[in-house]
């Protein structure tokens, strides 16, 4: 038969259902048993079918079925690619997400730091896969309340993402953000202001004034305002937020 052409028919009836549907109705299932019937229970592309139906109950918030999901993925992927392929390090990172959702602490950095120690080993340092693991051990210490390990981690997520993709990308926004809401969760207000406004500039640069995450970068400042007591301040950028996000 033409497999080819049956295996990207039914992963495209997949995906389309997924998103439709969502992960729990019959059709959904009747197009996996379809995909998985063309290719097998082992494949790569079956495991990435796992990690889409993760993804999609991660998003719904059903993170016990989303662990099951993402764990079918990994298994295949340990299989059939190995401990150390960069697939079996996203299988690992998107548990650690899950487990991070869940408020499971202490197992969401267990597997991040496997997705970790597969990027480094794969990819050397200065790549943004490798920031994208130190933000999410990050944002766990964050969860925590460990303030003072968050920001060593995101400050080593944004020492890769200044290197690899520059001053005006919005990951290295993410990345000021995210250092300011630590300043701020630390009551150091003055460098939370400056952290969110270097993200607001770069997403006014690249993003432009109507974007969410433009909105985002508003709506912190609003947030340091108001912490700090100067309501007036926090009413103006609370209401630039408010004039995007109604757009």
Known sequence: GDYENALVECRNCLEIQLKALGPDHPSTAASYNNFGSVIGPDHPSTATSYNNIGVVYDEKGDYENALIEHRKALEIRLKALGPDHLNTAESYNNIGVVYDEKGDYENAFVEHRKALEIRLKVLGRDHPSIAISYNNIGSVYYAKGDYENALVEYRKALEIRLKVLGPDHPSTAISYNNIGSVYHEK?????????????????????????????ESYNNIGSVYYAKGDYENALVEYRKALEIRLK
């Open 187 to 215: 009551g150091d207000y003055e460098n939370a202001l400056v952290q969110h406004r270097k993200a607001l500039e770069i997403e006014l640069k690249v993003l432009g004034p109507d974007h969410p995450n433009t909105a």
